[in-house]
């Protein structure tokens, strides 16, 4: 009798130390290593200063003291802004988070390190929100790894991180990558034949923070459309029905930018030219898409070979768009998506005296990804075989490469005088490069360098009425002996607009300095009465009726200051002022508060015949410092000889 066993069969063991996660463990790692990888990359900028042209707009509104309350919150949604080159700009969201980050900064020194700080943990939160995104579209980890890194590490995303006045555009990527995730989930809730009121809600909301963060993505319902063209293949009335509220919000920030832009002069006409501006633009943004070398923080509008590389590329992207419906839905949907995600930002076009920068082109490269990664996942046979395993290593070779560059250029975005360095460097011949060149050298200090460059612009552009500006006001600023030789520059730039307030005050100190106190009067009063909250002009004014013996009118200038801004320059005008007038008991009382806000105006009290006067009265003589000022010290020693004069002959 043939007995029977059961015999126990277990299952296959994995070979020891084989990692096999889970797809979604899979994500979640190379998320964090995108992340890292971002970080890494961009981290020089967390020590840059404030040197993105735009920045100095809104070094007022970030360094002045915050109180959190909701009339401070609401009041954001109540104020534009009005960068240069812009037009007008409403961007609440953006300026609300740039309130949170001064809110957790704390204290002065730290302020820029915080705002550089959320600018690029908001760009390693996009890079991660596009891999998944492309992960959504692609079945393949490796390319929307790849894909995701290229567009993260591309140089032109360096401007909109060094500058912490492009937070709206980092911002409002953010609000429109989850506002694409939320319609990719609604789609593929109606297509199971559900109603995702949710999804959509939460769709036309995030789609609303992008638009109240940066108005350039009002055309993102545009996108969706395009997606649904292909490679979603949703046809039929719903798929416009369900944006009509994202419509209605496009065409009212539509409405309030032109309403912005209405009461803004344009710096260029509205003529034949606009469509060699536009085509200009169009083709300097793509060659920097495709071909990211030379960045800078401004481009010049080229005439010659430039222009013509410009044009020439303007008019290739647009055949190719007009042909690619019949070559492959996808490429005319990623093309598409690149003028969806661009047009807007021509906008612009008439405020700019160059071409527009490299901060649009931040988001330019998510619509065409998404069409790589469909329509790999289409032809997933493709993806395995020894030519895609070529791309995927070149186009590795190319974030690697990305990688590099972008590294190197943060680096030139630490000060502004670096920045314009490299941009003279690059732009030899264009004036406008040196100007900028100029104004970082006054902010650092170095006077001798701006006015070789100062110099240098006005040889490149001698009736640019900015180059004769800078050339005067750096003159100015090298002290008394310079003076005499910027009231040239200073008039010729005055010249092209009479009504330039700078320019006018400027003038009028070179004058005052210069022993020509009635013009000099003539045009400070001028800049006052077209900026009269300015308290520069207000002290330069004061300090002029001084010199011209009318301490009353002084008097009045000095005060309205004071009732603007506490300034030891203003209460040593005012000492002076009221010493002019026989009023020692407040002249003390000015001259104490100008030394106990600035120790160096006992110094600079000994330059005033008026004080030195009262050096004898209770009070002045621990105010009034003549041992460093040799003229100051001269003046006492005559008046005291003229005293015993007097003394003896009586």
Not at 68 to 73: A, D, G, I, N, P
Not at 423 to 441: G, I, M
Not at 447 to 458: E, F, G, N, P, S
Request: hydrophobic fraction near 50%; charge should be positive.
């Amino acid at each position: 009798m043939n007995s029977t066993r059961n015999v126990m069969v277990s299952p296959p063991r994995r070979p020891f130390g084989v990692f096999r996660p889970s797809p979604g463990a899979i994500s979640v790692y190379l998320v964090i290593v995108i992340m890292l990888i971002t970080g890494a990359t961009f981290g020089p900028l967390l020590t840059a200063s404030l040197a993105h042209p735009d920045d100095r707009a809104y070094r007022v509104e970030i360094s002045r003291p915050l109180v959190w309350t909701w009339s401070e919150v609401g009041s954001v949604f109540a104020r534009a802004h009005y960068p240069p080159g812009s037009g007008g700009s409403y961007h609440p969201l953006a300026t609300l988070s740039m309130l949170v980050d001064h809110r957790l900064a704390g204290y002065t020194q730290a302020r820029v390190f915080q705002y550089h700080f959320t600018n690029l943990w908001l760009h390693a939160l996009n890079a991660a929100m596009l891999f998944l995104l492309l992960r959504r579209f692609s079945a393949s980890f490796l390319w929307s790894f790849l894909l995701a890194l290229l567009a993260s590490l591309h140089p032109a995303a360096v401007e909109t991180l060094a500058g912490i006045s492009q937070r709206m555009m980092v911002l409002g990527t953010f609000f429109s990558l989850l506002a694409l995730h939320s319609f990719l989930t609604a789609a593929e809730s109606c297509r199971a034949g559900h109603r995702p009121y949710l999804a959509w809600t939460a769709t036309t909301l995030f789609y609303l923070a992008a638009v109240l963060s940066k108005s350039t993505f009002v055309a993102l319902p545009i996108l969706m459309l395009l997606l649904d063209l292909w490679p979603l293949r949703r046809t039929g009335r719903g798929p416009l029905v369900e944006k009509l509220p994202m419509v209605v919000i496009g065409l009212a920030a539509i409405a309030v930018q032109i309403r912005l832009q209405m009461p803004i002069p344009a710096v260029q006409p509205a003529d034949a030219d606009a469509a060699e501006l536009i085509a200009r633009n169009w083709g300097s943004f793509l060659i920097r898409l495709v071909w990211p070398s030379g960045l800078s923080p401004m481009y010049p509008i080229f005439e010659g070979l430039r222009g013509w590389a410009e044009f020439t590329v303007a008019a290739s992207f647009a055949t190719m768009l007009l042909v690619s419906w019949r070559i492959h839905r996808g490429l005319f949907v990623g093309l598409a998506g690149v003028v969806v995600l661009l047009g807007p930002a021509l906008m612009s076009i008439p405020f700019n005296t160059n071409l527009i920068g490299d901060g649009p082109l931040y988001a330019a490269l998510i619509a065409p990804l998404m069409a790589i990664a469909a329509a790999l996942a289409t032809r997933r046979d493709v993806s395995r075989t020894p030519l895609a395993r070529i791309a995927a290593l070149c186009v590795a070779g190319l974030v690697a490469l990305s990688a590099v560059t972008t590294f190197a250029h943060t680096y030139d975005w630490h000060s502004p005088r670096t920045l314009y360095q490299c941009v003279v460097r690059q732009y030899p011949t264009w004036s406008r490069a040196h100007v900028r060149l100029v104004e970082a050298c006054i902010a650092d200090n170095e006077l001798d360098a701006a006015l070789i460059h100062a110099q240098k612009a006005v040889e490149i552009a001698p009736n640019d009425p900015s180059t004769q500006f800078y050339l005067g006001t750096v003159l100015l600023l090298n002290g008394d002996s310079g003076c005499a030789e910027a009231i040239g520059p200073l008039r010729r730039a005055l010249m092209t607009n009479s009504s330039w307030i700078e320019c006018l005050q400027n003038l009028g100190v070179a004058l005052a300095r210069s022993g020509k106190l009635d013009e000099a009067i003539t045009n400070l009063e001028k800049a006052r009465n077209l900026a009269p909250n300015s308290v520069g002009i207000r002290i330069a004014l004061g300090n002029a009726y001084l010199q011209a013996k009318r301490p009353a009118s002084a008097r009045s200038e000095f005060q309205e200051a004071l009732r603007l801004r506490t300034d030891p320059d203003i209460h040593l005008g005012l000492a002076v002022a009221w010493a002019a007038n026989d009023m020692p008991d407040m002249a003390r009382r000015h001259l104490a508060a100008a030394v106990k806000e600035d120790a160096r105006m006992a110094v600079r009290a000994a330059r005033y015949p008026e004080l030195l006067r009262l050096r004898g009265s209770p009070g002045f003589a621990e105010l009034i410092d003549v041992s460093r000022d040799a003229g100051a010290l001269e003046a006492v020693r005559a008046a005291d000889l003229e005293t015993a004069r007097n003394a003896g002959g009586s």
